[in-house]
């Protein structure tokens, strides 16, 4: 920089590496013509700009809830995605080469696995041992003559790369099975692309949309369709525990494809199905994440509820295409390595354009004694992609533990590929730990391809990974390495094609409302119940705080019958008589507030909003998925401390706004289908039992006959500042009452409640073609008939324990069963009964 | 001289009574038998109650007949009756001291980047691992004083079975389909898939191709004899692989300690239990559901044919 203020270049002081390839600085350190117009920019941005930016990546991770499950971590937390901005840059030409070499790569294992599930001839002519196909569990003996449409078994492909001293890319691994990353990468190019948006524009980086498109479109044109059948696609997951749920969740959103799981298909004879609100509804394409011998426990493994039973006689029937087809995880074998060269001149008539890192394969005799003899220059890895074993450098091992690993390589050679060690590239990141500095990090890339009518498409970049330290040897982002986003160069026109929708908004819910799942939609009613359920117990918990912060720690009448009220309704646990001074009010408030094992506490329901979230996240608005986030974030960070009375209470202000917000996000945000209205339907039936239920109590409450009470019951429903309105005056039971129950424009109020569900109730009704149980009904209609007039006059002290009041309880109580009935009639109906899991049987 | 093949009607019945209602089934039947050199199918049938909502006949990757249905319509109970009629040629191998030295096979069966012959390459079918058969170095030195160098293989592999044979207590109650091969070397108890299953697991941890099979066998009390164990259940051993015309696949029972011949019956053969088990399924509902199996082998010439198993064949015509 010419300006005085700016230090040094940043060149100054990153590092040379004489032993690697440098991604952006020549060997005679010159930066390479492709960076520097993006290093000059990066050399020319302020300590603080560069700040600001990193903190907005940080945010964008958090808000949009990227992450990474580590299945290690001690309660299988979800680990924030880690990102560096600094993008790796790849010119145009040597793009081209790469591109090429992938899609061809694609096509040659796609034409493997068609001859090793049909002809074998590769096995047949000594080209491929036969130890690396029936030798390996991945080979799925069932699916040996299925034919998928298209004679495509490979819809995805993912292939690591690497690139050598010298400058040239390698193969170090394939990905064949269900290969992961491209939606992680596709969110670092969102995140990065607005770091440094001039950047991107400028040096006229390729878009990765056209890539999302080629692959809707390739699955599309496989989709075995019949008459006029729209195609429907839909993206398997094994659920919200597999290590890269936020991706599936994420792709499904932006692919527009819906998720599901294993339960939600189901097989009738040569169909799959999706199990929808409306039956059942043919599906065409299965987007596979789930690992293929679990896909159907009636021929693969019987062990697992995960898969779909059935579904290899759906694809021996040819009706529907599994991408990537059952059984294609074979190929993900580094042992088949050495053998590609002579494949390939075989099967597709050319020359392997991309070497694949050197590799020995332990099972030919030459090459274990090659092993042997030079063990220290190779790394060892196991032969078979199903067999757990971490790589062993031969190098760091000595005396026994060496001799005992040569003896399980000679005990079993065919297990065992020796690869030569691989001294990866390095690539520029930005320190998160200095001022203003780029460490270089040794990188590698994962590229995808996907098939397409006129074969297979290249994703214009990937998803770079670096290292932690500056000797890592194994990229893993279960290891804790970091992304980046990959910038593929372009000379021709830059294609603004994206498939995100402009404004966030509106997009919220569902594109093909008819087929959404069974389950889906029960998660989605329970996400309405548990809103709700929490903005409850958070009032309810205020209320109580309140008292017992206005009582300065007496025991008020409006404390007792605080304290009873929550008790009541489950916010608090029944008393502890063995331990009366945990019972401290003050203690016993907090607990139910902040902790998440106690049963019906706010951290509890917190918990329980996000789980029913997280199953039903790609239907959430990201506005909405961020609320959430932030709720539970708070929750976290107060668990750390040993919060206040105080805190305590700005925490229940902040989430009740959180609480209002999801009910905007609900109400403004969401398609009007019949997921949004079981959301809705879940929301007023948990309200309606909750006013129901409380002001039924509090009726029969002898500790609430203090004027006080009312006060605080009218600001447990929200009610107090209609109240005031109406009556300048202290509160008086017979308006209260009026105001809580009877007032059809008190939105707090119990038949107001109880009139909006009934109408939504009529309206699913008559859309779905059910009958809604009467009991509601004759409940909602005894409560209106009820003489208020009984009320007046009652000397306010005795209003309790008076025979109107128990009359009026017990209508409200009848009114919390008929809406427990309801919903339990709703779960018969309508949801898939997650409990109910299929089984296997065997007989000899 | 040629012995005659030996007739049999076999009758071999399941049924589950589920504790609850069954809403949705599907059954994978490895229950028809497969046509051999020796072995002929005159007549062969499978009755099912409830009638299936749907169902696939075909041939599994092993050459072996499978039938899929499924059961769409909430059910209490399932029947699935297998009659058939089968003839089995004697077929006893050669003089076993003639077969090849089992490090020749072994080294034959290994890659060596030739094109293989084709038997041989089917062979290799059943080389490697499988979900019931893990290859651990503990099999190879249990079979080890079996193998002494240059003997030749059919004796070796007789030797094993009748080490297995008399190291191992037959007992039903020792074992589940799921306990592994290790365990069951272990605790030396078992039952003949176990047995099966340890064999197998022996010769390929050698570097030999071995087979699962399953299907019935004869059992009566011969007098003077024991009887033989195995009776009225579904039976399974091993076949072993010799190269070359001579002897090609050779069954050995290590339950018995016998080679099969006329007694015993193929169904399927696949790499283990999990490739061939006769009757698989995946149900919703359900309740408790053991299933009651029963078997009968009858042979046609020898006995007077129980009225039973008469009815059960003649219904059969009838409906035929």
């Not at chain 1, 053998?339 to 694949?356: V, Y």
């Not at chain 1, 999801?662 to 039992?689: P, Q, V």
């Not at chain 2, 089995?88 to 080294?107: F, I, M, Q, T, Y």
């Amino acid at each position: 920089m010419t300006d005085g203020s700016m230090a040094r270049t940043l060149l100054a002081i990153y590092p040379h590496s004489a032993r690697r390839y440098d991604e952006m600085m020549s060997a005679d350190g010159a930066v390479r013509p492709h960076w520097q117009q993006f290093f000059s920019h990066l050399d020319a941005v302020a300590p603080d700009e560069m700040r600001q930016r990193l903190a907005f990546v940080d945010r964008r991770i958090l808000e949009n809830g990227v992450t990474y499950n580590v299945y290690a971590a001690p309660d299988g937390a979800d680990r924030p995605w880690a990102l560096d901005p600094v993008p790796l840059i790849i010119p145009p030409e040597e793009w081209a080469e790469v591109s090429a070499a992938v899609a061809q790569r694609a096509a040659l294992l796609n034409a493997m696995l068609a001859d090793l599930y049909g002809p074998q001839t590769l096995l047949a002519e000594g080209l491929l041992p036969p130890a690396l196909v029936y030798g390996q569990h991945g080979y799925l003996w069932p699916c040996h003559g299925i034919k998928p449409p298209g004679d495509i078994w490979l819809h995805s492909y993912a292939v690591d790369l690497a690139r050598s001293p010298n400058g040239q890319w390698w193969v170090i691994a394939d990905r064949t099975q269900a290969p992961s990353g491209a939606g992680y990468a596709l969110e670092n190019r969102l995140i990065v692309s607005r770091v440094f948006p001039e950047m991107f524009r400028d040096l006229r980086v390729q878009h990765v949309a056209d890539f999302f498109r080629a692959k809707q479109e390739g699955l599309t044109a496989l989709a075995p369709v019949e008459g006029d059948e729209q195609p429907h696609i839909v993206l398997l997951t094994p659920g919200p525990y597999n290590e890269t749920y936020f991706e599936h969740a994420y792709l499904a959103r932006y692919l527009g494809y819906p998720l599901v799981e294993g339960q939600d298909l189901t097989v009738r004879g040569d169909t799959v199905y999706l199990k929808t609100l409306r039956g059942l509804k043919r599906v065409h394409v299965i987007l596979r994440r789930q690992d293929d011998s679990y896909c159907d426990p009636l021929e693969l493994r019987g062990d697992s509820a995960l898969g779909v039973p059935g579904l290899l006689n759906v694809a021996r029937a040819g009706r529907v295409v599994i991408a990537n087809a059952l059984g294609s995880g074979l190929l993900g074998s580094g042992a088949l390595m050495g053998f590609l060269p002579a494949i390939c001149e075989r099967l597709l008539g050319e020359k392997l354009m991309m070497p694949s890192v050197a590799t020995w394969w332990c099972g030919e005799k030459p090459a274990l004694e090659y092993v042997k003899k030079h063990f220290d220059e190779l790394v060892i890895k196991p032969a078979y992609p199903t067999q757990h074993m971490e790589p062993v450098f031969g190098h760091e091992v000595k005396g026994e533990e060496r001799a005992e690993i040569l003896r399980r390589i000679e005990a079993r050679p065919h297990a065992y590929v020796a690869q030569e060690m691989v001294h990866l590239s390095q690539a520029p990141t930005w320190s998160r730990a200095h001022e203003r500095r780029l460490l270089a990090r040794p990188v590698g890339l994962r590229a995808y391809a996907v098939t397409t009518p006129d074969g297979y498409s290249v994703m214009p970049g990937g998803l770079a990974r670096v290292g932690t330290a500056g000797d890592t040897r194994i990229l893993s982002m279960q290891r804790g390495g970091a992304s980046k986003d990959t910038w593929v160069l372009t000379n021709g026109p830059v294609s603004d094609f994206s498939l995100l929708k402009p404004s966030v908004g509106v997009r919220d819910l569902v594109r093909a409302g008819a087929n959404l799942s069974s389950r889906v939609v029960e998660n989605l009613f329970w996400l309405g119940r548990y809103s709700e359920r929490f903005d409850d117990s958070a009032r309810m918990l205020r209320v109580a705080l309140g008292r017992v912060v206005v009582a300065g720690g007496g025991k008020t009448p409006a404390v007792i019958a605080a304290m009873a009220l929550a008790r009541h309704v489950g916010v608090l646990p029944e008393p502890d008589e063995d331990d009366p001074v945990k019972e401290g009010s003050e203690h016993v408030l907090l607990e139910a507030i902040y902790n998440p094992d106690q049963p019906g506490s706010l951290a509890g329901n917190i918990r329980s909003l996000m789980w029913t979230a997280t199953h039903v996240r790609e239907r959430l608005s990201l506005d909405h998925w961020h609320s959430l986030n932030r709720l539970q974030r708070d929750q976290q960070a107060a668990l750390k401390k040993h919060p206040t009375l105080t805190e305590a209470i700005a925490f229940l202000d902040r989430v009740l706004g959180v609480s209002s917000s999801l009910t905007g996000f609900a109400m403004d945000n969401m398609t009007r289908d019949d997921g949004w209205r079981f959301l809705i339907i879940g929301r007023r039936l948990e309200r309606l039992s909750f006013l129901a239920q409380s002001l039924a109590q509090f009726l029969t409450m002898e500790s609430a006959s203090g004027p006080e009470s009312l006060d605080w019951l009218l600001d447990l429903m929200d009610s107090i500042i209609t109240y005031r309105s109406r009556y300048s005056r202290s509160p008086e039971l017979l308006p209260v009452i009026d105001l809580l129950v009877f007032d059809d424009s008190n939105p707090h109020g119990v038949l107001f409640q109880a009139g909006v569900l009934t109408r939504y109730l009529e309206r699913m009704g008559r859309e779905l073609g059910a009958d809604f149980d009467g009991e509601l009904a004759e409940a909602i209609e005894r409560l209106r008939a009820f003489d208020l007039g009984k009320l007046e006059h009652l000397p306010y002290s005795r209003g309790f324990a008076s025979a109107p009041c128990s009359e009026l309880a017990g209508l409200l109580r009848d009114l919390q069963t008929a809406a427990g009935q309801l919903s339990d009639w709703l779960g018969m109906r309508y949801f898939t009964h997650v409990g109910d899991v299929s089984r296997q049987t065997m007989a000899l | 001289m040629t012995m005659p093949a030996v007739r049999y009607h076999v009758l071999h019945e399941t049924r589950y009574d589920y504790g609850s209602p069954v809403s949705l089934s599907q059954q994978q039947l490895h229950l028809s038998p497969r046509i051999l050199a020796w072995q002929q199918v005159e007549e062969q049938c499978v009755d099912i109650e409830p009638t299936p909502s749907w169902r696939r006949d075909g041939l599994d990757a092993f050459g072996n007949p499978v039938t899929w249905v499924a059961f769409h319509a909430p059910h209490d109970s399932l029947l699935i009756r297998s009659v058939m009629t089968i003839a089995v040629e004697p077929h006893l191998p050669g003089d076993l001291k003639n077969s090849p030295p089992w490090e020749a096979v072994r080294d034959r069966l290994a890659y060596d980047a030739t094109d293989p012959q084709p038997a041989d390459l089917d062979a290799t079918r059943f080389l490697f691992e499988s979900p019931h058969v893990r290859i651990k170095h503990e099999l190879a030195d249990y079979a080890a004083d079996c193998f002494p160098p240059g003997k030749p293989l059919l004796l070796c592999v007789q030797a094993l079975m009748a080490k297995i044979f008399t190291e191992f207590t037959f007992d039903p109650e020792a074992t589940t389909v799921s306990t592994p091969v290790l365990d069951v070397l272990e605790n030396k108890r078992g039952v003949c898939q176990d047995f099966a299953h340890l064999m197998i697991a022996c010769l390929r941890a050698l570097g030999l191709a071995a087979r699962y099979v399953s299907g019935y066998l004869l059992t009566r009390p011969p007098p003077g004899k024991p009887r033989l164990i195995g009776a009225d259940a579904s039976h399974a051993w091993v076949s072993v692989y010799v190269p070359g015309s001579e002897y090609g696949w050779v069954d050995f029972d290590p339950t018995n300690n016998l080679l099969p011949d006329t007694e015993h019956i193929t169904l399927s053969f696949g790499r283990d239990f999990s490739d061939i088990s006769p009757l698989r399924g995946i149900i919703l509902g359900g309740g408790g559901a053991e299933p009651e199996v029963a078997v009968t082998v009858f042979p046609i010439e020898e006995e007077d044919m129980p009225r039973e198993l008469l009815a059960a064949i003649e219904s059969r015509k009838g409906a035929g």
